[in-house]
């Protein structure tokens, strides 16, 4: 792990070291704008229909495997 830290900071050295006069700032390195459509509100599904599509159910509630040990 410390011979990867130490490739990881050689690498920001090596980026330091360039001559970047004359380069505007810029959040982003493209001139993208977003791609995803504007959020609208749509009705929810009842709670039949969610419990119906969920893998699995215990009484109202989605059961979930746990993520975490």
Same mark, same amino acid.
């Given at each position: +792990? #410390? *011979?990867? %830290? *130490?490739?990881?900071?050689?690498?920001?050295? !090596? %980026?330091? &070291? %360039?001559?970047? =006069?004359? @380069?505007?700032?810029?959040?982003?390195?493209?001139? $993208?704008? *977003? /791609? +995803?459509?504007?959020? &609208?509100? +749509?009705?929810?599904?009842?709670? =039949?229909? !969610?419990? $119906?599509? $969920?893998?699995?159910v215990d009484g109202e509630? @989605? #059961? @979930?495997?746990? /993520? +975490? &040990?």
């Amino acid at each position: +792990m #410390r *011979s990867q %830290l *130490s490739d990881i900071l050689a690498h920001f050295q !090596t %980026l330091a &070291e %360039l001559d970047t =006069e004359g @380069v505007p700032p810029t959040g982003h390195t493209t001139d $993208a704008h *977003s /791609v +995803m459509r504007d959020d &609208e509100d +749509m009705p929810a599904l009842d709670r =039949e229909q !969610t419990l $119906a599509n $969920a893998p699995f159910v215990d009484g109202e509630f @989605v #059961r @979930v495997r746990p /993520v +975490m &040990e």
